[in-house]
């Protein structure tokens, strides 16, 4: 790979890298709703998370819904720790995809 190719390859790396500080904030603030999971392109795991949340938030008058606030609060507390792991996941595959597309 030539100077130049792996330059650019990094250079559109580094611009379409999502953030980790705007990741840390919304698992911060909207963590348990699984905004950062949105934000990271981690869908369907997303949506479960927010499908749990809403369900413990609704069953939670009747004391049935705090088992899946705290797998949520779990779930949201692990998070902390994989999130530096998602994003150089995604700047790897994103590294490989330009590095197969480029002449």
């Not at 949105?38 to 609704?58: H, K």
């Not at 692990?78 to 998602?86: Q, S």
């Amino acid at each position: 790979m030539t100077d130049t190719r792996a330059l650019y390859i990094e250079q559109r790396v580094a611009n379409e890298a999502s953030s980790p500080f705007v990741a840390y904030l919304l698992w911060f603030f909207l963590g348990m709703l699984g905004a950062h999971r949105f934000y990271l392109g981690r869908w369907s795991s997303a949506l479960l998370m927010l499908i749990l949340f809403g369900i413990g938030s609704a069953l939670s008058v009747i004391l049935v819904g705090y088992l899946p606030l705290a797998v949520v609060g779990l779930w949201w507390l692990i998070d902390a720790f994989l999130i530096p792991g998602m994003i150089e996941r995604d700047n790897d595959d994103l590294r490989w995809q330009l590095a197969r597309e480029l002449p």
